[in-house]
């Protein structure tokens, strides 16, 4: 029984009557009788258009048409593991891998078109799909059956495409010297569906015999199921605490899940923390301590003044400040969706918008106890990490797995995805610097408190880490979140170590390791507080020292890229020529990621209001312009929500923040107006845009409200309410 083709279904059918003519670790690359070239790579499409980029340096690394070129969906069945499509690293990564892969296949197909003509390959041209030897033409289609590739070329699941670096392509399979689509800004390839309003999304799937479910997640984090009224008119799947129902249709599933809630009876606990008290709750412990950056010369003193207020020290002058963010929700438009099925067989088939096919493949045969599982990648709603997309997977399954061999798909509620699905942890930072008589900044001491920033599947060495498993009748008990690696870019110390020039630095994160309240990634993990927190402390140093903002970071700054970024973002938001109300911003994700600056310029009368963000953005080598400058406007506006309005709201038992109104974003009458200039640099490695403008846009909108309003907030989202309280407090 298969789900494809079919008008119902938005997935991409299979290519029929394909030839594999690359099968690496960078893609899986088939080509069909049409002359269509089938690429399936291990990254996601989640709304940031990674699959119209990757195809771009497919058609440049082949020689083909970008029109010749098709991207399949991933699958477990099918191409490479490339873990997850995370961290703004896809272009990074699966970029090299993929070019390489598809310049070995038109070495192949060049090596075949020689031989076929009886001369070196050197003498073959390719242009647009088309091979050349003087008047003699030939294309992939008619080379395929014999470049053909054996299977075995496949990477075997649970290896990593080359721990994604890319192999070096054959002799003679070096690329156009002259790219013809890496640069160009074309249209999107996902997007005229979407527009269209045509089935693409996961939420829009229909398979033959489809069944609907619901599950009933319990009403608080610490709530176990004591007992529940029989329902003997209803299809109830029950296992422990797992609850959920199987309907023809999805009104008759809703009002089921209505019913099933009335019957369920939960016993409740205080398990949560004090929302209005996370510094103190992060900071009790207990912790992992984390060196990031060890001293090698004299720190500021550890008596730290609060308020950013100086006294004197062995140092010199010292300033201090403590800042902190609130939990965080994913808030996406749509909440999360699957569809699963069990065959005669006893294979399971599992459609999921996951950020990673391979690891949810292996997270659900840990819970399950079957290897016989295929996932098929179909698109979500957008996604900014974590989300509950993993989840909703193992509901499908479970609750498929008591269907009879017919497909279940099943849809979470928007008040799930607000109070279960993984938030980004809170965060406390405390920051001191010793400056010198100019106020130049001699040492630097920053200590960050978080939760861990990953629980994904697989995490803390294999942990499957699915919500449903732990509310089984023989539960999964998960350890809290953990972080990656330092060398990985790291989870709460993401950016913790400044991109000044500063003579010494002591930097030491603190994750908690014990926790009521599930986090994971979200955009930019840790990255967002801590260059929300450097950066306004820069500010506040720059104040105290009589010193215009910006020449005080250029005076500390010897990065000629961070400073070009810097610069022409001033530049451009008209910085010193008297524009009011502007702050600026500027980091470098992970430290090794893009360049990114930024100048907010806000109103404060009646609200917090930006009105406009100015960017500058270097990303090296940029593949899609429109792309670059799609996904930093994203980035920009999602981080400007969460800077002045976004916070997980619970008390001492229940997440409550479960709608639009108890947990708001920012509406599009609120939106900024956004403006972003690429500064480019041609032949140096292209690195991801995805999360570079989060941090750098929370600390311009903060040192833009100070600019306007004369008083510093240092602990977000800088609402309303917080102005009011920090005016009163003055």
């Not at 306004?536 to 000629?560: C, I, N, Q, T």
Request: aromatic content about 6%; hydrophobic content about 40%.
């Amino acid at each position: 029984m298969s789900a494809e083709p079919g008008a119902e279904v938005p997935m991409e059918a299979e290519p029929r009557a394909a030839v594999s003519v690359g099968a690496g670790p960078g893609a899986a690359v088939s080509v069909g009788a049409d002359g269509v070239i089938s690429v399936r790579v291990g990254k996601v499409e989640l709304g940031q258009g990674v699959l119209t980029a990757l195809a771009q340096i497919a058609a440049d690394a082949l020689g083909a048409d970008l029109g010749q070129v098709r991207m399949l969906p991933a699958r477990t069945g099918a191409g490479p593991d490339e873990g997850f499509t995370s961290g703004s690293m896809s272009i990074a990564r699966s970029g090299p891998a993929l070019r390489a892969e598809c310049a070995r296949v038109r070495a192949a197909c060049t090596a075949e078109a020689a031989r076929h003509w009886g001369v070196s390959p050197g003498q073959v041209t390719v242009r647009r799909g088309e091979f050349r030897h003087g008047d003699r033409t030939t294309t992939y289609a008619d080379l395929a059956q014999a470049a053909e590739a054996p299977a075995e070329g496949l990477p075997t699941e649970g290896a990593p495409a080359n721990g994604g670096r890319a192999r070096a392509p054959d002799a003679g399979a070096r690329a156009s010297e002259v790219p013809v689509f890496v640069g160009v800004s074309v249209p999107r390839l996902d997007l005229p569906g979407k527009v269209a309003g045509r089935p693409r999304f996961i939420h829009d799937l229909r398979l033959p015999g489809q069944l609907y479910g619901r599950v009933l997640r319990p009403p608080s984090p610490g709530a176990r199921l004591t007992g529940l009224t029989p329902l003997p008119d209803l299809r109830v799947v029950r296992d422990g605490s797992f609850l959920g129902v199987l309907a023809e249709t999805e009104p008759e599933a809703d009002r089921a899940l209505a019913r099933l809630r009335e019957a369920a009876e939960w016993d409740e606990r205080d398990t949560l923390p004090d929302e209005h008290d996370l510094h103190t709750f992060l900071r009790t412990g207990p912790h992992e301590t984390i060196p990031v950056r060890t001293p090698t010369n004299a720190q500021p003193t550890s008596d730290r003044p609060k308020d950013g207020r100086p006294e004197s020290g062995r140092e010199g002058e010292v300033h201090a400040a403590t800042y902190g963010r609130p939990f965080i929700a994913h808030a996406s438009i749509a909440p999360s969706c699957a569809a699963a099925r069990w065959n005669t067989d006893g294979s399971l088939e599992v459609w999921s918008h996951t950020q990673g096919v391979h690891p949810l493949r292996r997270a659900l045969a840990q819970i399950l106890g079957t290897e016989r599982i295929e996932v098929r990648h179909v698109e979500g709603a957008g996604c900014y990490g974590h989300n509950a997309a993993d989840d909703v997977a193992l509901d499908a399954a479970l609750l498929a797995r008591e269907a009879g061999g017919r497909p279940v798909h099943v849809r979470w509620s928007r008040r799930d995805e607000l109070t279960w699905a993984p938030f980004g942890s809170a965060m406390s930072v405390d920051v001191a610097a010793s400056v010198d008589a100019k106020g130049m900044v001699r040492s630097w001491r920053y200590d960050v408190w978080s939760q861990g920033h990953t629980s994904r599947p697989g995490y803390a060495g294999g942990v499957p880490g699915l919500l449903a498993a732990a509310h089984l009748e023989q539960p999964w008990t998960y350890p809290a979140a953990v972080d990656p690696s330092l060398g990985s870019g790291s989870g709460m110390a993401r950016n913790a170590v400044p991109i000044y020039d500063f003579p010494a630095m002591e930097i030491t994160g603190h994750r908690v390791l014990e926790t009521p309240i599930r986090s994971s990634a979200l955009r930019s993990l840790g990255a967002f507080m801590n260059v929300f927190a450097i950066e306004s402390f820069m500010d506040e140093l720059a104040l105290a020292a009589g010193r215009d903002p910006l020449a005080y970071r250029l005076a500390h700054l010897s990065d000629p890229r961070a400073r070009e970024v810097l610069t022409r973002a001033a530049r451009a938001a008209g910085w010193g020529g008297g524009e009011p109300g502007l702050g600026l911003g500027v980091a470098r994700y992970k430290g090794s990621g893009a360049y990114c600056a930024v100048v907010a310029q806000v109103a404060a009368e009646h609200d917090v209001r930006v009105r406009r963000l100015t960017i500058a953005v270097d990303v090296g080598q940029v593949v899609n312009p429109d792309g670059v400058r799609n996904q930093i406007e994203g980035g920009a506006t999602q981080a400007a929500s969460w800077t002045l309005k976004e916070r997980v709201r619970f008390d001492r038992r229940r997440i409550t923040s479960g709608d639009w109104e108890s947990y708001p974003i920012l509406r599009f009458p609120e939106a900024p107006e956004v403006t972003v200039e690429l500064v480019e640099h041609p032949g140096t490695p292209s690195v991801g845009a995805g999360e570079a403008a989060q941090g750098p846009v929370a600390a311009a909108i903060a040192n833009a409200l100070t600019t306007t309003l004369g008083l510093r907030l240092r602990d977000l989202p800088l609402t309303r309410d917080a102005v009011v309280a920090a005016i009163q407090r003055e």
